[in-house]
Protein backbone atom coordinates (compact mmCIF):
# COMPACT_ATOMS: atom_id res chain seq x y z
CA UNK A 1 0.00 0.00 0.00
CA UNK A 2 3.00 2.20 1.28
CA UNK A 3 4.46 1.68 -2.17
CA UNK A 4 1.25 2.72 -4.16
CA UNK A 5 0.99 6.12 -2.42
CA UNK A 6 4.44 7.13 -3.44
CA UNK A 7 3.83 7.84 -7.13
CA UNK A 8 1.08 9.98 -5.89
CA UNK A 9 3.24 11.75 -3.32
CA UNK A 10 5.64 12.44 -6.18
CA UNK A 11 3.41 13.51 -8.81
CA UNK A 12 1.24 16.14 -5.91
CA UNK A 13 4.64 17.66 -4.90
CA UNK A 14 5.89 18.03 -8.69
CA UNK A 15 2.75 19.94 -9.40
CA UNK A 16 2.48 21.91 -6.00
CA UNK A 17 6.22 23.11 -6.16
CA UNK A 18 5.93 23.66 -10.00
CA UNK A 19 2.40 25.95 -8.93
CA UNK A 20 4.95 27.70 -6.68
CA UNK A 21 7.96 28.03 -9.24
CA UNK A 22 5.59 29.63 -11.11
CA UNK A 23 3.65 31.86 -8.77
CA UNK A 24 7.32 33.26 -7.94
CA UNK A 25 8.62 34.00 -11.00
CA UNK A 26 5.12 35.56 -12.14
CA UNK A 27 6.01 39.17 -12.75
CA UNK A 28 4.43 42.71 -11.66
CA UNK A 29 1.27 43.44 -12.87
CA UNK A 30 2.41 46.60 -14.53
CA UNK A 31 0.55 50.22 -14.16
CA UNK A 32 2.08 52.34 -17.50
CA UNK A 33 0.35 54.99 -18.67
CA UNK A 34 0.41 55.82 -22.59
CA UNK A 35 2.97 59.02 -22.38
CA UNK A 36 4.96 57.97 -19.52
CA UNK A 37 5.94 54.04 -21.96
CA UNK A 38 6.41 56.74 -24.47
CA UNK A 39 9.07 58.85 -22.45
CA UNK A 40 10.03 55.37 -21.12
CA UNK A 41 10.82 53.58 -24.43
CA UNK A 42 12.66 56.91 -25.45
CA UNK A 43 14.90 56.31 -22.60
CA UNK A 44 16.04 52.94 -23.60
CA UNK A 45 16.92 54.22 -26.93
CA UNK A 46 19.31 57.10 -25.59
CA UNK A 47 23.53 55.96 -27.16
CA UNK A 48 21.85 52.39 -27.63
CA UNK A 49 25.21 52.08 -29.97
CA UNK A 50 27.59 53.57 -27.71
CA UNK A 51 29.76 50.70 -26.44
CA UNK A 52 33.00 52.95 -24.96
CA UNK A 53 33.36 56.54 -24.19
CA UNK A 54 36.49 59.11 -22.88
CA UNK A 55 36.19 62.17 -21.73
CA UNK A 56 38.14 64.74 -20.52
CA UNK A 57 37.32 68.36 -18.59
CA UNK A 58 37.02 69.29 -14.92
CA UNK A 59 35.68 67.66 -12.07
CA UNK A 60 34.49 68.89 -8.15
CA UNK A 61 34.22 66.98 -5.16
CA UNK A 62 32.50 68.68 -2.09
CA UNK A 63 32.02 66.80 1.16
CA UNK A 64 31.86 67.90 5.43
CA UNK A 65 35.70 66.89 5.36
CA UNK A 66 36.90 68.01 1.54
CA UNK A 67 36.91 70.19 -1.32
CA UNK A 68 38.24 69.31 -4.48
CA UNK A 69 38.01 71.24 -7.81
CA UNK A 70 40.82 69.65 -10.41
CA UNK A 71 41.13 68.49 -14.18
CA UNK A 72 39.61 64.76 -14.60
CA UNK A 73 39.81 62.36 -17.35
CA UNK A 74 37.61 59.13 -17.81
CA UNK A 75 37.42 56.15 -19.58
CA UNK A 76 33.85 53.98 -19.44
CA UNK A 77 33.81 50.26 -21.70
CA UNK A 78 30.02 49.20 -21.01
CA UNK A 79 28.52 47.07 -19.71
CA UNK A 80 30.71 47.71 -16.63
CA UNK A 81 34.39 48.88 -17.11
CA UNK A 82 35.45 52.75 -15.93
CA UNK A 83 38.93 54.21 -15.01
CA UNK A 84 38.87 57.82 -13.98
CA UNK A 85 41.94 59.92 -13.25
CA UNK A 86 42.28 63.27 -11.15
CA UNK A 87 45.58 65.82 -12.21
CA UNK A 88 46.52 68.82 -10.42
CA UNK A 89 46.61 72.38 -12.20
CA UNK A 90 50.04 71.47 -13.69
CA UNK A 91 48.78 67.89 -14.92
CA UNK A 92 50.34 65.68 -12.27
CA UNK A 93 48.15 62.52 -11.44
CA UNK A 94 46.58 63.03 -8.22
CA UNK A 95 44.24 59.83 -7.86
CA UNK A 96 43.13 56.83 -9.99
CA UNK A 97 39.92 54.99 -9.67
CA UNK A 98 38.92 52.07 -11.64
CA UNK A 99 37.47 48.83 -12.25
CA UNK A 100 37.29 45.85 -14.14
CA UNK A 101 33.88 44.74 -13.74
CA UNK A 102 35.29 42.36 -10.33
CA UNK A 103 37.75 44.58 -8.59
CA UNK A 104 38.03 48.25 -7.64
CA UNK A 105 41.40 49.98 -7.95
CA UNK A 106 41.90 53.15 -6.00
CA UNK A 107 45.36 54.64 -5.77
CA UNK A 108 46.60 58.00 -4.04
CA UNK A 109 49.59 58.99 -5.81
CA UNK A 110 50.25 62.20 -3.66
CA UNK A 111 50.79 59.64 -0.29
CA UNK A 112 50.74 56.19 -2.29
CA UNK A 113 47.50 54.49 -0.31
CA UNK A 114 46.55 52.01 -1.99
CA UNK A 115 42.94 50.42 -2.05
CA UNK A 116 41.78 46.65 -3.92
CA UNK A 117 38.39 45.38 -2.87
CA UNK A 118 35.61 43.40 -4.77
CA UNK A 119 33.39 45.96 -6.55
CA UNK A 120 30.49 46.67 -4.24
CA UNK A 121 27.72 49.52 -4.13
CA UNK A 122 29.12 51.03 -1.39
CA UNK A 123 32.29 51.78 -2.38
CA UNK A 124 31.47 55.13 -4.16
CA UNK A 125 30.24 56.71 -1.44
CA UNK A 126 33.55 56.01 0.71
CA UNK A 127 35.37 58.75 -2.07
CA UNK A 128 32.40 60.69 -2.65
CA UNK A 129 29.96 60.78 -0.07
CA UNK A 130 27.54 59.85 -2.54
CA UNK A 131 25.34 56.32 -2.40
CA UNK A 132 25.22 56.21 -6.19
CA UNK A 133 26.47 52.74 -7.80
CA UNK A 134 28.91 51.97 -10.27
CA UNK A 135 26.33 50.77 -12.48
CA UNK A 136 24.17 54.11 -12.44
CA UNK A 137 27.73 55.76 -12.70
CA UNK A 138 28.74 54.28 -16.07
CA UNK A 139 25.12 55.00 -17.79
CA UNK A 140 25.87 58.21 -16.39
CA UNK A 141 28.90 58.72 -18.30
CA UNK A 142 27.55 57.14 -21.21
CA UNK A 143 24.97 59.33 -21.80
CA UNK A 144 22.41 56.90 -19.99
CA UNK A 145 19.50 57.08 -17.45
CA UNK A 146 19.36 54.54 -14.54
CA UNK A 147 15.71 53.32 -14.51
CA UNK A 148 14.62 51.88 -11.65
CA UNK A 149 12.32 48.06 -11.57
CA UNK A 150 8.65 49.35 -11.07
CA UNK A 151 5.31 48.47 -10.54
CA UNK A 152 3.94 52.11 -12.30
CA UNK A 153 5.61 54.98 -14.21
CA UNK A 154 2.27 58.02 -14.04
CA UNK A 155 3.39 61.48 -14.61
CA UNK A 156 2.41 63.95 -11.88
CA UNK A 157 -0.36 65.92 -13.56
CA UNK A 158 0.20 68.59 -15.73
CA UNK A 159 3.80 67.83 -15.28
CA UNK A 160 6.98 66.91 -17.27
CA UNK A 161 7.74 64.71 -13.95
CA UNK A 162 7.62 60.99 -14.68
CA UNK A 163 7.28 59.16 -10.89
CA UNK A 164 8.35 55.40 -10.55
CA UNK A 165 6.88 53.67 -7.22
CA UNK A 166 7.10 49.92 -6.21
CA UNK A 167 4.22 48.28 -4.83
CA UNK A 168 4.31 50.89 -1.58
CA UNK A 169 6.99 53.19 -1.92
CA UNK A 170 8.67 56.03 -4.22
CA UNK A 171 11.54 54.56 -6.15
CA UNK A 172 12.41 57.73 -8.93
CA UNK A 173 11.40 60.82 -10.13
CA UNK A 174 12.79 61.70 -13.92
CA UNK A 175 12.28 65.34 -14.94
CA UNK A 176 11.71 65.86 -18.64
CA UNK A 177 12.05 69.01 -20.57
CA UNK A 178 8.68 69.63 -22.46
CA UNK A 179 9.04 67.19 -25.04
CA UNK A 180 8.75 64.73 -22.32
CA UNK A 181 11.49 63.02 -24.38
CA UNK A 182 14.63 64.42 -23.14
CA UNK A 183 15.64 64.15 -19.26
CA UNK A 184 17.21 66.96 -17.51
CA UNK A 185 17.34 65.55 -13.95
CA UNK A 186 16.91 62.61 -12.27
CA UNK A 187 16.21 61.55 -8.23
CA UNK A 188 16.78 58.55 -6.54
CA UNK A 189 14.72 57.40 -3.33
CA UNK A 190 15.28 55.20 -0.37
CA UNK A 191 13.15 52.85 1.14
CA UNK A 192 11.62 56.08 3.57
CA UNK A 193 11.11 58.02 0.86
CA UNK A 194 13.63 59.99 1.42
CA UNK A 195 16.21 61.24 -1.30
CA UNK A 196 19.56 59.10 -1.88
CA UNK A 197 20.85 61.86 -4.54
CA UNK A 198 19.66 63.54 -7.53
CA UNK A 199 21.66 63.66 -11.14
CA UNK A 200 20.92 67.14 -13.55
CA UNK A 201 22.43 67.67 -16.38
CA UNK A 202 23.18 70.52 -18.10
CA UNK A 203 24.45 72.05 -21.95
CA UNK A 204 23.89 68.63 -23.93
CA UNK A 205 25.27 68.66 -27.20
CA UNK A 206 25.29 65.92 -30.09
CA UNK A 207 29.26 64.22 -30.26
CA UNK A 208 29.69 61.44 -33.34
CA UNK A 209 26.29 61.54 -33.21
CA UNK A 210 25.36 60.58 -29.52
CA UNK A 211 23.55 63.57 -27.03
CA UNK A 212 26.00 63.56 -24.48
CA UNK A 213 25.72 66.18 -21.33
CA UNK A 214 28.23 68.96 -20.91
CA UNK A 215 27.97 69.06 -17.00
CA UNK A 216 26.64 66.13 -14.81
CA UNK A 217 26.29 66.82 -11.41
CA UNK A 218 25.51 65.06 -8.62
CA UNK A 219 24.34 65.49 -5.16
CA UNK A 220 22.39 64.62 -2.09
CA UNK A 221 20.35 66.75 0.57
CA UNK A 222 23.47 66.83 2.90
CA UNK A 223 25.72 69.23 0.92
CA UNK A 224 27.23 66.46 -0.96
CA UNK A 225 28.53 66.95 -4.71
CA UNK A 226 30.10 65.35 -7.51
CA UNK A 227 30.37 67.62 -10.63
CA UNK A 228 32.11 66.86 -14.12
CA UNK A 229 32.00 69.73 -16.58
CA UNK A 230 33.27 68.01 -20.26
CA UNK A 231 35.42 69.62 -22.33
CA UNK A 232 35.73 66.69 -24.83
CA UNK A 233 33.62 63.22 -25.52
CA UNK A 234 35.21 60.70 -27.90
CA UNK A 235 32.33 58.08 -28.04
CA UNK A 236 33.78 54.50 -29.15
CA UNK A 237 36.99 55.07 -28.33
CA UNK A 238 39.37 52.11 -28.37
CA UNK A 239 40.09 51.30 -24.98
CA UNK A 240 42.68 48.36 -24.14
CA UNK A 241 41.35 45.79 -20.99
CA UNK A 242 44.45 46.81 -19.02
CA UNK A 243 43.51 50.55 -18.59
CA UNK A 244 40.60 49.17 -16.25
CA UNK A 245 43.03 47.56 -14.22
CA UNK A 246 45.72 49.74 -11.42
CA UNK A 247 48.51 47.95 -10.45
CA UNK A 248 50.09 48.47 -7.06
CA UNK A 249 53.33 50.30 -7.27
CA UNK A 250 56.58 48.73 -5.65
CA UNK A 251 56.25 52.17 -2.74
CA UNK A 252 52.77 52.46 -2.38
CA UNK A 253 50.94 51.23 0.94
CA UNK A 254 48.39 48.64 0.95
CA UNK A 255 44.89 49.73 2.75
CA UNK A 256 42.47 47.54 3.86
Known amino acids: ?12 SVIFFSSCA ?18 LDAIKKMNVGLLSIK ?9 ADFYLSSRFAWAVSN ?24 RFYFLSHTDQQFYEKTVSSGILKRLISIPISFEDVLLLFSGRI ?15 ILILSGRTRLLEKIYFESDKM ?7 FGRDDALRYRVQFEKNSVFDGFGLPGIIAISDDNGNLF ?9 NASVSDSVFIVEQPEAAVFEN
Open 227 to 235: RIQVDRYWP
Open 182 to 188: TPRKIEM
Open 79 to 102: PDRIRMNIFDVSGKPLATAASDGN
Open 146 to 160: PVRDHYSATFEPDSE
Open 55 to 63: GIGNVKIIN
Open 22 to 39: SFKEKPYTLYIGEDAQQS
Open 1 to 12: MKAAVWPVVLIV
